[in-house]
């Protein structure tokens, strides 16, 4: 038995082996394309089928881009030759590489590693599949942010998955850290008392030489890589502890004020993008959760849009729109900013299927639904027992489930959540 078992795996490697599979690309892959081709390489490997460059193998994958049905679109379509495997654009390639070496992977057939690759023609529904990660703790965001091996497998898995954006948000109601991002990567000329209190340069090297690196891999997987600058002081309140605020905090930012919040913002923001050129946009927090004062928004935004303006025109400017008043959407439209509004992700809370926002404590029903609605609500309505005076009436405040609304004729459960 053991000689025969031995006979059967020598008989299947000898099989596996002589079939060769030859890849022709028709121009230089760009970075998406070239890992697909590489995620399509190792899958033939490691089913033990040889690769060659060139057109002399047994099975022949040519890898083109022509226009198909707009960006991102694909098809991959067998030929008597083997494959012919196509992209509307470089990461529309490389996507269709990608299906094809995880079809590689399910096949059982030692003679044929496409055994389980169909003719398939296909293009994306929504043009932006974006997903954002936040630096609410140093030690654990250092953990994975210097983590090179942890990037090249959560990058991989963002491409395979077929997102097209990632954010990396710097600052957000974490007891100040971020805020501002700019002292974490470099200092600013003419601010020499504005820094990260305990911060080396050699630390702020290495920060700015691992963000530039996450830029590069992101671009190899066809991700673009937007930066979220979203807190610009640290005052308190919102933002975390008002103690941490008012004196020196190791590994918090120092020695930004009222009177020189536009200035140093504009130096830093000029070196951000000269120091970071490959970035693809910065989302801006626009509102007063980022440190901003009412007073001080039309100054500081009109400013800032100049910088990029002139200083980045390339670099999307992307405003979260929460509390922006309309005439600021002006100026930046008046100006010729390359400049997007952009709303909340849905689901950032991690709510359900069926979310209904809320603020008042009110919620409503829909006829005939028996089944569990999720409602982010505020925390800060302060209420203690039923939320309205007319049904369906629900107790609103607590986290975890907190009850039913009584209606006709569903019965709708809640569970409280944070609305930012």
């Not at 103690?243 to 020695?255: I, Q, Y």
């Not at 809370?349 to 209904?356: A, I």
Request: glycine share 8%.
């Amino acid at each position: 038995m053991k000689r025969l078992l031995i006979s059967i795996l020598a008989l299947a490697a000898v099989t596996s082996a002589a079939v060769r599979v030859s890849v022709v690309s028709e121009a230089a892959p760009g970075p998406a394309a070239r890992h697909g081709l590489s995620k399509l390489r190792a899958a033939l490997e490691a089913r033990g089928f040889e690769w060659e460059a060139g057109a002399r193998g047994d099975l022949r994958v040519t890898a083109r881009i022509r226009p198909l049905d707009g960006p991102e679109s694909l098809e991959i379509r067998r030929t008597r030759e083997g494959l012919e495997v196509t992209g509307g654009d470089d990461r529309g390639l490389m996507y269709a590489l990608l299906d094809l070496a995880d079809r590689v992977g399910w096949g059982k057939d030692a003679s044929n590693p496409f055994s389980e690759v169909r003719n398939v023609r296909e293009k994306p529904d929504a043009p932006d599949r974006a997903v954002s990660i936040y630096t609410m703790q140093r030690a654990y965001f250092e953990s994975r942010f210097f983590d090179e091996k942890y990037w090249r497998r959560y990058f991989d898995m963002l491409a395979r998955d077929r997102f097209n954006s990632f954010v990396l948000i710097f600052g957000y109601e974490c007891d100040g850290l971020f805020a501002p991002a700019h002292p974490y990567f470099f200092d600013v000329e003419g601010f020499p008392d504005v820094r990260v209190v305990g911060l080396t340069k050699g630390q702020q090297k290495k920060n700015l030489r691992t963000l530039n690196r996450l830029i590069d891999m992101a671009h190899e997987r066809g991700l673009r890589f937007t930066a979220g600058l979203w807190d610009h002081i640290f005052r308190g309140g919102v933002q975390g502890k008002n103690e941490l605020a008012n004196k020196p905090t190791p590994g918090l930012v120092w020695g930004l004020n009222a009177d020189n919040l536009s200035a140093y913002h504009v130096a830093a923001l000029k070196k951000f993008v000269r120091m970071a050129p490959r970035i693809d946009a910065i989302q801006f927090r626009m509102h007063g959760e980022s440190g901003l004062k009412k007073s001080e928004m039309r100054d500081f935004w009109t400013r800032m849009y100049q910088v990029m303006k002139e200083n980045a025109p390339q670099v999307q400017f992307v405003a979260r729109v929460k509390d922006y008043p309309d005439e600021l959407i002006n100026i930046a439209v008046d100006m010729g900013l390359n400049y997007r509004l952009a709303t909340k992700y849905w689901a950032e809370q991690m709510g359900c299927r069926g979310t209904r926002r809320i603020s008042t404590g009110r919620t409503s029903t829909t006829a005939g639904t028996a089944t569990p609605t999720c409602c982010a609500i505020r925390r800060s309505t302060g209420c203690t027992g039923g939320c309205g005076t007319a049904a369906p009436r629900a107790c609103c405040c607590g986290a975890a489930p907190i009850g039913c609304a009584a209606s006709s004729p569903a019965r709708t459960c809640m569970t409280a959540t944070a609305s930012r």
